[in-house]
């Protein structure tokens, strides 16, 4: 019966295991995203200024923390390729792996601690958040950098990425499963729905992470045996030069001459700010644009939909991606979003239908698009180890400076937004004066106030949106890595990983 079941468990591919991962971070991401700020809001009580102080806290956490876990986990890797000691990749996926089987379970605990009550609303908010957001990181990391490290060519990143896909949109359905159980008012069923989901992402983290290491620990001991072999047979030889450990700043120096790091990190900075702005604002656009246009059965199904069919629709990106290329797909989906967006401008608020469907599909096509810039950063991996002529590829480190650079619009997105919303229809979403909230409530009757708040509305949701594309359009014509500009690196990069060292050469 045991041989049975490890039969079973040792037939799951590699691509499976390695997108299943997906599946236990976003049956929690999922939720926590959907409700942790209506948890401190309207269940915990939270202030206005304890809230800005802990987004403030977390913006900074939560751009530093991606490049220093990257540096502590790939500042080994930034040698040359004719550096004294050599890494050899299967090392590197255990490394990683390791590092996902011990946060990923620590990652669920943390999720746990939102939903219930243990400190003042303002402390727990910014413990909470930078406790998360630390394992997310980690596991997103390590995660993400296998992505490079498990595969070279475009068709098996793409095949891995694909089944990233499809056990996130799997993960998607915990948003459908949690309408059942959340209740302002009596947060137990809740709260055992969360300890349930963490869990299960406990459980599949243990055992995925396991049944990869076993794949690997393998390979990873014959390398070493190569390598003591290979240092028995050069007793008699001079020693290579052994380099000095790359500095910080050194590393920084080269990034910022990485012409194609800089032009995607622009680019991604505002697609970052473009999603979480669509996430922020979904439910305010369906209350004010459509609420009393639709039953508010449609706007739960367009809440859920808007989360599961990004995962469902980037399967059909990735076939795309494998046919005309990464790049060119994305080029295709910046003129779409400026394309919808300019109709519906030109459509005005009043077309309900047509609204329903630009709500939707703008967050569809945004997040999709965020799904595939993964194997952008695959590839900017790729071009910055032949550029460098690293031993091995700093994944993780790259995948971090990205992130450095773009996770500000994460937290930009709602700061911008409420401050627009602000601006243009004197609506503020933290107003809990109870005068000012009679007044207000005073001013929504009055139907004049109500027009110039569902059209501040409207204008918000098209030109943001309109802005974001012709940004990124402008960014994404001066990227280069593409074509056979792209071949060329992948080509190096492969032949490079296939070359013997060179001290088994001389022998």
Not at 21 to 28: A, G, H, R
Not at 197 to 205: R, V
Not at 289 to 313: C, E, M, Q, V
Not at 400 to 423: N, S, Y
């Amino acid at each position: 019966m045991a041989r049975r079941v490890w039969s079973c468990f040792s037939s799951i591919s590699t691509a499976v295991l390695y997108g299943s991962l997906s599946l236990f971070v976003s049956i929690l991401h999922n939720v926590f995203l959907l409700y942790y700020v209506d948890t401190f809001v309207s269940v915990y009580k939270i202030d206005k200024v304890s809230f800005w102080v802990g987004e403030t806290v977390f913006l900074i956490w939560n751009s530093l923390n991606d490049p220093l876990f990257g540096w502590i986990s790939d500042r080994s890797f930034l040698g040359s390729q004719h550096a004294g000691v050599r890494i050899s990749n299967p090392q590197v996926v255990l490394k990683r792996l390791q590092a996902l089987s011990r946060t990923g379970p620590l990652f669920a605990l943390s999720f746990l601690a939102f939903w219930v009550s243990w400190a003042r609303p303002g402390l727990q908010f910014l413990v909470c958040l930078c406790l998360y957001d630390g394992f997310l990181t980690v596991v997103d990391l390590n995660h993400n950098a296998l992505l490079a490290d498990l595969a070279v060519s475009a068709s098996e990143r793409t095949l891995l990425n694909f089944q990233c896909s499809l056990f996130s949109a799997l993960g998607s359905l915990s948003v459908f499963m949690s309408y059942s159980f959340w209740d302002k008012e009596d947060f137990f069923s809740f709260r055992m729905f969360c300890v349930a989901l963490a869990a299960l992402s406990i459980l599949g983290f243990s055992v995925a992470c396991w049944l990869l290491r076993q794949r690997f620990q393998g390979r990873a001991r014959r390398d070493e045996e190569e390598d003591s072999v290979l240092k028995e047979l050069c007793v008699g030889q001079a020693p290579l030069a052994q380099e000095k450990e790359l500095t910080l700043g050194q590393y920084l120096k080269q990034l910022s001459k990485h012409t194609n790091f800089l032009w995607f990190a622009s680019m991604n900075l505002v697609q970052v700010f473009h999603c979480h702005f669509n996430s922020n604002f979904f439910p305010l656009f369906l209350e004010h644009l459509l609420s009393d246009r639709i039953s508010a059965s449609t706007g739960s199904f367009l809440l859920g939909f808007s989360y599961i069919a990004p995962h469902l629709n980037n399967l059909y990106f990735l076939s795309l991606c494998g046919r005309y290329g990464v790049y060119t797909v994305v080029r295709w989906l910046f003129f779409l979003k400026l394309i919808l967006s300019v109709i519906m401008l030109l459509a005005g608020p009043d077309q309900i239908y047509l609204l329903c469907i630009f709500i939707a599909s703008n967050r569809v096509f945004t997040e999709g698009t965020c799904k595939l810039l993964n194997l952008v950063i695959s590839d900017l991996v790729d071009e910055d180890l032949v550029m460098n002529r690293r031993q091995q590829a700093a994944s993780a480190l790259l995948f971090g400076m990205v992130a450095l650079v773009t996770k500000p619009g994460q937290t930009f997105a709602p700061l911008i937004g409420t401050w627009l919303l602000c601006v243009y229809t004197g609506y503020d979403i933290f107003q809990r004066d109870p005068l000012q909230e009679v007044v207000r409530t005073q001013e929504l009757w009055n139907p004049a106030w109500f027009s110039t708040l569902r059209h501040g509305c409207f204008h918000l949701l098209v030109f943001i949106p309109i802005t974001c594309a012709f940004l990124q359009l402008l960014a994404w014509s001066q990227f280069s890595l593409h074509g056979k500009r792209l071949q060329s690196i992948k080509l190096q990069r492969q032949s490079a990983s296939q070359e013997l060292p060179i001290d088994m050469k001389d022998i």
